[in-house]
């Protein structure tokens, strides 16, 4: 059975970091771009940051360039963001997801943890 779960969030104050993990079982996902997603409240979600197999390559939404940083360990079935100079609008949930079907959508994904950002 194949699982994603994060873990790591919480409430944090404006300014301050987190770091997320993803651990994965199941089957190895070392080959493909992992990436992150999030659902603000009573928003849709939306896309975050991905990685590539190899952790090479990342990619990043705009509004949160240069504050996340995505890596992994495939060593561990794992992978991170970290989350730096966060803003009351990055309160959301976060998912990570594995398999790239299309940009926004992705073959497996993870139940989620939730980030809240106080002013």
């Known amino acids: 059975q194949v699982q994603l779960v994060e873990s790591g969030g919480g409430l944090v104050q404006a300014g301050g970091s987190l770091t997320l993990s993803c651990a994965t079982s199941?089957?190895?996902?070392?080959?493909?771009?992992m990436a992150w997603f999030r659902q603000p409240p009573g928003k849709e979600r939306e896309f975050v940051g991905s990685?590539?197999?190899?952790?090479?390559?990342?990619y990043y939404a705009d509004s949160v360039k240069g504050r996340f940083t995505a890596s992994r360990d495939n060593a561990k079935n794992t992978i991170y963001l970290q989350m730096n100079s966060l803003k009351p609008e990055d309160t959301a949930v976060y998912y990570c997801?594995?398999?790239?079907?299309?940009?926004?959508?992705?073959?497996?994904w993870g139940q989620g943890t939730r980030v809240t950002v106080s002013s």
């Open positions: 199941g089957r190895t996902f070392r080959s493909y771009t």
């Open positions: 997801a594995a398999v790239r079907l299309s940009a926004t959508d992705y073959e497996y």
């Open positions: 990685i590539s197999g190899s952790g090479r390559d990342t």
